[in-house]
């Protein structure tokens, strides 16, 4: 597992996070290596033992999810309904997680490491209000959170069509900046920047965002992208707060 992303940003001791690449795994091609998802036709088996290594790297059971687009967030912790796109823990030892192979994913975390979360935001997401979501759900003021965006399809690569930019600009006209003109009318999103502008409009301070920049596109070695393979496994970016297990 050396190949992982440990997020570089101020994360009080407790936060512990990581993003896996695509190495380390037993999957074959499409899917190889280290593909997460059950979804995606991989056989189940090779999955089953990708999570079981990831799991021996982490204190307790993540908190898998259905993910659907959506912008609804639960309770690691305290649910059994995991159709959702995003979930945060107050529960030592409880990892969230979201998979992703270009969406993007971003990890939350309080300054004093009592609250966690993790989103899935793919521009459908991003665009209806999961990262607000997870933010109200998280229960603390958005001025007390930090947030990391982790590699996603990059601003050269995220081609979208007209009404994809039309939709973020009807909601935030300066969110305009955010896209540069294709050919015809096509145009690229940088997800990342129509990240941290809702962020900062949903009270987090530009210096309390950090990450993003990564593109799953242009480094098939070490990332799975869905734009530029079709068929393809998922990565995973997990956070959790760390107890004493011994001790409960």
């Not at 690449?21 to 056989?43: C, F, I, M, Q, W």
């Not at 687009?69 to 823990?89: I, L, M, S, Y």
Request: hydrophobic letters at 45%.
């Amino acid at each position: 597992m050396s190949d992982w992303i440990v997020p570089d940003w101020p994360a009080p001791p407790s936060v512990h996070a990581v993003f896996t690449t695509r190495k380390g795994g037993v999957s074959l091609a499409p899917y190889a290596e280290l593909n997460l998802g059950t979804h995606v036709g991989d056989d189940p088996a090779a999955v089953s033992t990708n999570r079981a290594r990831l799991r021996a790297m982490l204190p307790g059971e993540p908190c898998w999810l259905d993910q659907v687009h959506g912008v609804t967030v639960v309770d690691a912790a305290a649910t059994p309904e995991r159709k959702a796109d995003a979930a945060f823990t107050v529960v030592a030892n409880t990892p969230c997680v979201v998979m992703v192979a270009d969406c993007l994913p971003v990890l939350f975390c309080d300054r004093t490491g009592t609250v966690v979360a993790a989103a899935h935001a793919g521009w459908r997401g991003l665009l209806d209000g999961v990262l607000e979501a997870t933010l109200t759900k998280m229960g603390t003021p958005s001025s007390a959170v930090i947030a990391w965006l982790g590699p996603a399809i990059g601003p050269d690569r995220f081609e979208v069509g007209p009404e994809v930019r039309d939709a973020f600009v009807a909601k935030a006209p300066h969110d305009a900046v955010c896209f540069r003109q294709g050919e015809g009318d096509r145009w690229f999103a940088d997800i990342f920047g129509l990240a941290r502008a809702r962020l900062v409009r949903a009270g987090l301070g530009a210096d309390a965002i950090f990450g993003g920049g990564v593109c799953t596109v242009t480094d098939p070695t070490r990332f799975f992208s869905y734009r530029r393979d079709g068929v393809c496994g998922r990565m995973g970016a997990f956070i959790w707060i760390a107890g004493d297990l011994a001790g409960g």
